[in-house]
T-cell receptor
């Protein structure tokens, strides 16, 4: 069990640029979540996959955000035309479908939009 | 609409004493309640959980209490250690959704 892995750990970009983050969940976990966290706040739900199917998206997820999990393993989160308000920690988490209510988080990607 | 609330942003406790972190929620349909611990520049790590059908769960120095009538849960850490200094988030689940509080920063003073 190597844990949830996220890449990169930090990303600095200029406003208007596109960025993509990657998440590798724990291998046997079929649920994968993306959360966003800003200073002084708890993690806020963005979207969730069960295997390769994206089953739920938050209203926080504007059309500039897109997430994929093509083969039900790793996932990517892309933000197009970044804005300064997108600056946050983007957290990925995974869990099992049945009998396990826990989420296991990665270390996050800290995005700074200048 | 914040369904899970942590009203104390920070707490300081002397080493060896008890730390009590509190959390309130609004939705009586939550299935499980969890506590996560977060160090700076790291993701939250799971600490302890409790099912909505129970009122207490204990794991070593950590005990979580659930008061359903008051829609309140608390985390007790006894004895507190300097390594416990971190931000603690409570969370609640309903189906596949997890709802997090805003966190309480615990400082354990040696």
């Amino acid at each position: 069990d190597t844990g949830v892995s996220q890449d990169p750990r930090h990303k600095i970009t200029k406003r208007g640029q596109n960025v993509t983050f990657r998440c590798d969940p724990i291998s046997e976990h079929n649920r994968l979540y993306w959360y966003r966290q800003t200073l002084g706040q708890g993690p806020e739900f963005l979207t969730y996959f069960q295997n390769e199917a994206q089953l739920e998206k938050s209203r926080l997820l504007s059309d500039r955000f897109s997430a994929e999990r093509p083969k039900g393993s790793f996932s990517t989160l892309e933000i197009q035309r970044t804005e300064q308000g997108d600056s946050a920690m983007y957290l990925c988490a995974s869990s099992l479908v049945h009998g396990n209510e826990k989420l296991f988080f990665g270390s996050g990607t800290q995005l700074s939009v200048l | 609409d914040q369904q899970v609330k942590q009203n104390s942003p920070s707490l300081s406790v002397q080493e060896g004493r008890i730390s009590i972190l509190n959390c309130d929620y609004t939705n009586s349909m939550f299935d499980y309640f969890l506590w996560y611990k977060k160090y700076p520049a790291e993701g939250p790590t799971f600490l302890i959980s409790i099912s909505s059908i129970k009122d207490k769960n204990e794991d070593g120095r950590f005990t979580v209490f659930l008061n359903k009538s008051a829609k309140h849960l608390s985390l007790h850490i006894v004895p507190s250690q300097p390594g416990d200094s971190a931000v603690y988030f409570c969370a609640a689940t309903k189906g596949v959704q997890f709802y997090f509080g805003t966190g309480t920063s615990l400082t354990v003073i040696p």
